[in-house]
């Protein structure tokens, strides 16, 4: 008898689902900042040709993939070659014990500001407020200091409606949530949108974040970063969009959704950072200063930049719980797809009820966040994203492209896609794989491994790195060897491709 594996309801599910996991934090405050400092409109030119080039091909890989070889990463990986097992258990694991248990963290920030904005918690220095008093941050990451009880307890409701969610399965809980939360999300953004437009200043801010400097497209960091961002925020490498694909139907449109996955994730990053924008160049007129001196990025810009223009919006509590609210859903749909990730590799291997498990995952996620808690958790979460993100996710993509490129007949893949999409694949699709894709993210890789030996990240001492960043990659990899050695005690290993139950040849 054939193991059947749970399908979405709908196409649209299944799409709001990759939306959700593309959709994250860094959508609205990382690619904001990115265009201001890269040329304004100007940035849009890499970043398309990025999204083109790279971001869609990628994504259609990955998607045709969980598809056709009907399985999570590691499933998929095995079923290409076996000795590539551990590849999709390194995704997966550094993934969902590394990523998650500092997002969850950052979320756990979030749902704290979104109750601190109803009286303005956060006084009038948020800068003093976020970094001495939140978060209380130690001078060194060897400094663990205490737990901060206030992120504990947002956590643990973090964790909470994490397990809620993805213990419910694919079709009851992921599929369902996002389609509450993606159009809520939308109609909150468009909300702060059509409110920060009206504020005096807006204009300034808008014109600093789109007016087009183009001088700018000559520095090759703008390009490395156009391409770094469309890697980052499509959830590329985490294992996520292969574990979502395999529970498409058998008439899946590949192509169609991957597009439509990209260009919603995209066109809400830059819809976003108009409302980013806006209050940045409306602070920035109140207070009698350049945009300049008012924007920060990354997280001093959603918490210390934001919380400020806040204090200076007539309303501005309403407005702020907005915004922080939009944050905690969007937070939410993306960490609730990596943990499905892990969860559809175990599952598919060792057989495990998926409940049960979900329940022991979820508790050992909780307890491995409560170190990005302490007064230290800050310096630990820059070091391990620093090295998960740029070391991990990129190895991963371009071996991906070598295993599928290389060791797999790629134009099987192709005719699959092609047999059930709208919009075909030509053979531009397999050249990108197998050559384009792997030399720039190897040239990005390159440029960060050249960089950290030149001068030890974020100036960290040695120490710190190695102990905290280069061993959890280290461990992670370790891991990854240890679950592809394991027995598979289920039959989807000995399940075939979806070409090959068609006649497909390999």
Known sequence: MELQREQWKSQLGFVFAAVGSAVGLGNIWRFSYMAYSHGGGAFLIPYIIALLSAGIPLLILEFALGHERMGSAPLAFAKINKKWEWLGWWAVIFVMFGIVLYYTVIIAWCLNFFFLSFYLGWGDDPNAFFFN?????????????????????ALSVVWLINWGIVFRGVRRGIEYINKIFMPLLFFLTAVLVLWSISLDGSMNGLKAYLEPDFSKLSDPTVWIDAYSQIFFTLSLGFGIMIAYASYLPGKANITKNAILTVFINSGYSLFAGIAVFSVLGFMATSQGKPISEVVSQSIGLAFVAYPKAVSLIPGGNLFGAIFFLCL???????????????????????????????????????????????????LWLDIADHFITHYGLIVVGIAECLLVGWLFNIKVLRKHVNSISSIRLGYWWDITIKYFVPFVLGVILIGELYAEIKQPYGGYSWTALILIGWNWILLTVIAAFVFARRPWRTRYYEMEGRSQKNGGNF
């Open 328 to 378: 905690v859903v969007a937070g939410l749909s993306s960490s609730i797809s990596i943990i499905e990730a892990f969860i559809s590799a175990t599952v598919d291997k060792f057989g495990f009820r998926r409940k049960p498990l979900i329940t022991l995952v979820t508790i050992v996620g909780f307890l491995g966040s409560i170190i990005f808690t302490t007064q230290t958790g800050l």
């Open 133 to 153: 008093k939140f978060l209380a941050v130690t001078k060194s990451p060897s400094e663990i200091g205490h737990i901060r009880t206030p992120i504990l307890l």
